[in-house]
């Protein structure tokens, strides 16, 4: 079941490649970067195979695990690139306007650089969403839920969820929020307890197939959200 997974994301994945020509520079250079680091991670399960055949089975449940906070990861730097592309292109009127844009707050900085230098402003403000938000992580579902509240009206979050559900992914009765809420509580139980629960002395259990299940989802909900947030660019406002 996994391997027909796998083989929809790649034959998916593909489609939209033969496409991708209609898409700017900017989007094609973030959606492009992800999907080389689903690559690498998966590349890594031959490297997990292998250990299994020679019975190391303690580095192959590192890598494993190593798995799982490489796609969060991977997760957390496409939303930090979506937000400051869709952020200018609703400055640009290219995206609708929402209400959590009227109320994001810039530095006053930002404010005189546009006053002095506005040719230049679409720099200063690229420059500035990416320090304001350089502290902060996008992996929590309310997180990025909070996230796509900004940069689009529509529900994307949704739209994505029953997509996914629509290709077997999600199974009936699941939500995709308590789906990426337990990928996301696994990755800080492996980052920041490695992957021991509290009064606990061995690590939890760890398979492959749950590793890869949880890439091909994350996998997926990105190019969803992906695919959502271009065809918006594409409608007149």
Do not use: W
């Amino acid at each position: 079941m996994m391997k027909n997974r796998t083989s929809l994301y790649n034959r998916e994945t593909k489609k939209r490649r033969k496409n991708i020509h209609y898409i700017d520079k900017e989007a094609k250079d973030i959606i492009l970067g992800f999907r080389k680091n689903i690559v690498r991670i998966r590349e890594q399960y031959k490297i997990v195979d292998y250990l299994m055949s020679k019975q190391e089975y303690e580095a192959a449940n590192d890598i494993l695990r190593f798995q799982i906070v490489y796609v969060m990861s991977a997760l957390d730097f496409f939303m930090h690139e979506i937000l400051v592309y869709c952020f200018i292109k609703i400055f640009n009127n290219e995206l609708p306007k929402t209400e959590k844009y009227y109320e994001y707050r810039v530095p006053l900085r930002l404010i005189e650089q546009a006053l002095y230098d506005q040719e230049n402003f679409e720099f200063y403000l690229t420059n500035a969403l990416i320090d304001i938000n350089s502290n902060l992580t996008f992996m929590a579902p309310n997180r990025l839920k909070e996230l796509l509240n900004i940069i689009t009206p529509e529900d994307d979050f949704a739209l994505a969820e029953e997509n996914l559900k629509k290709k077997g992914l999600i199974k009936p009765g699941v939500r995709l929020i308590r789906l990426l809420d337990e990928i996301y509580d696994r990755r800080n139980k492996i980052a920041h307890q490695t992957d021991i629960n509290h009064g606990s002395d061995e690590p939890n259990i760890i398979t492959k197939q749950d590793v890869e299940y949880y890439v091909d989802v994350i996998a997926h909900f990105v190019e969803e959200l992906f695919t959502i947030i271009i065809k918006q660019t594409k409608k007149g406002f």
